[in-house]
T-cell receptor
Framework: SQWGEENLQALSIQEGEDVTMNCSYK?????VHWYRQDSGRGPALIIL?????REKRSGRLRATLDTSSQSSSLSITAAQCEDTAVYFC????????FGKGTSLTVIP | DPKIIQKPKYLVAVTGSEKILICEQY?????MYWYRQSAKKPLEFMFS???????DNQTASSRFQPQSSKKNHLDLQITALKPDDSATYFC?????????????FGPGTRLTVL
């Protein structure tokens, strides 16, 4: 991927555990988007973080952005079964190249 | 009401035939995109349009032709279909010119080529 790449491809965790997914990108950006894709559906934005923010929270989600290392992370606290999905990051610039995504499975 | 409509939801075609995938967005966006996703594969960028003009084409084959008859429409014509074309095709849109450029995706058209 030219833009966003996830470092992990598959994660399986127990319900209630915390999980972190990482993403690295190769070019300058002012924003990183995190999307989730449920089975059989298109991706949907869940959180975005701007370059002037080191951390962004939304409910149980927490995104971080380190522009110096060109990396971002998405953490989910106390994962639930409904968090099972594929998670992508994207830098939101003109051409959108999503990485392979991280397939998260939360086991009850 | 759905903001991005893709039709049909499922499509079965025979090898060598031609099909058109429909996409309409009602978000007032000026940029539209097509992606494809094969089973258990990453989302693959195909085309981007801005103000009804082609901005980027990452599809190697000329068998894939986007068509924009209206500013909120971006259809995808696929000719000489092959079994390898079987995938789910997603349409998306965004408001270009805004720094965040969040994309909104349609529900997809699942194409099966026999």
């Amino acid at each position: 991927s030219q833009w966003g790449e996830e470092n992990l491809q598959a994660l399986s965790i127990q319900e209630g555990e915390d999980v972190t997914m990482n993403c690295s990108y190769k070019t300058y950006t002012t924003v990183v988007h995190w999307y989730r894709q449920d089975s059989g559906r298109g991706p949907a934005l869940i959180i975005l973080i701007r370059s002037n923010e080191r951390e962004k929270r939304s409910g149980r989600l927490r995104a971080t952005l380190d522009t110096s290392s060109q990396s971002s992370s998405l953490s989910i606290t106390a994962a639930q079964c409904e968090d099972t999905a594929v998670y992508f990051c994207d830098t939101g610039y003109q051409n959108f190249y999503f990485g392979k995504g991280t397939s998260l499975t939360v086991i009850p | 009401d759905p903001k991005i409509i893709q039709k049909p939801k499922y499509l079965v075609a025979v090898t060598g035939s031609e099909k058109i995938l429909i996409c309409e967005q009602y978000l007032g966006h000026n940029a539209m995109y097509w992606y494809r996703q094969s089973a258990k594969k990453p989302l693959e960028f195909m085309f981007s349009y801005s103000y009804q003009k082609l901005m980027d084409n990452q599809t190697a084959s000329s068998r894939f032709q986007p068509q924009s008859s209206k500013k909120n429409h971006l259809d995808l014509q696929i000719t000489a279909l092959k079994p390898d074309d079987s995938a789910t095709y997603f349409c998306a849109s965004s408001q270009e010119g805004q720094g965040e450029a969040e994309q909104f995706f349609g529900p997809g058209t699942r194409l099966t080529v026999l």
